[in-house]
């Protein structure tokens, strides 16, 4: 099991990003329903972007929230399917240390109550990366409602049991990624 649940609520740091070539925040219905959810559960919002489907950009930001030592949790909703453009699996799963294979299978269970056969469309996946829990999910109001509601809500939560994420990722330690130009070096000045 992958943590000992507390008896009290313990917030977490999350970061939360959109993936999609045309949606801007005010068509962002997917990213508003994780933030409110996400504040609604009592857990703090410590960053939220939108990114267009570009494996470099979205590893870009990945690879800085997952070094923050402040970023317990990353949240990402879009670019998961099998259109041409989608790329979010192909960018992120090489920064992972360890895959949450159930991530997936569960939320492709509980998506086929509500869509049927065409969940197998859905690369939604989780990982862990220096103690910082992924997890990504289709860009769908609905498809993020089912993965927050059904899985989200309580393996985040400190208490719920027999086991959640919120022990692990409070573990993560602390890092001077305030420092990073000066430990891995500037771009030479040409």
């Excluded at 402040?70 to 099998?82: A, K, L, R, S």
């Excluded at 969940?119 to 860009?139: E, K």
């Amino acid at each position: 099991m992958s943590s000992v649940p507390s008896t009290e609520m313990k917030p977490l740091n999350v970061a939360l990003l959109t993936v999609s070539d045309t949606r801007g925040p005010e068509q962002d219905t997917s990213g508003q329903f994780l933030e409110d959810s996400i504040v609604d559960a009592g857990h703090l919002l410590v960053a939220r972007r939108i990114l267009p489907d570009d494996v470099y950009l979205i590893r870009a930001l990945m690879a800085n929230w997952i070094a923050d030592s402040e970023i317990h949790v990353v949240i990402i909703t879009g670019g998961t399917g099998f259109l041409e453009r989608d790329s979010t699996p192909e960018a992120v799963m090489p920064l992972m240390d360890k895959a949450i294979d159930g991530f997936g299978e569960e939320f492709r269970r509980l998506s086929a109550a509500e869509i049927g056969s065409s969940t197998i469309q859905s690369r939604a996946f989780g990982g862990m990366a220096n103690n910082t829990v992924v997890f990504c999910l289709p860009g769908s109001t609905g498809a993020c409602r089912t993965g927050w509601n059904g899985i989200l809500l309580s393996q985040l939560d400190s208490r719920h049991t027999p086991c959640n994420f919120s022990g692990l990722v409070l573990r993560k330690p602390e890092k001077p990624t305030n420092r990073l130009d000066e430990v891995i070096g500037q771009r030479s000045k040409r």
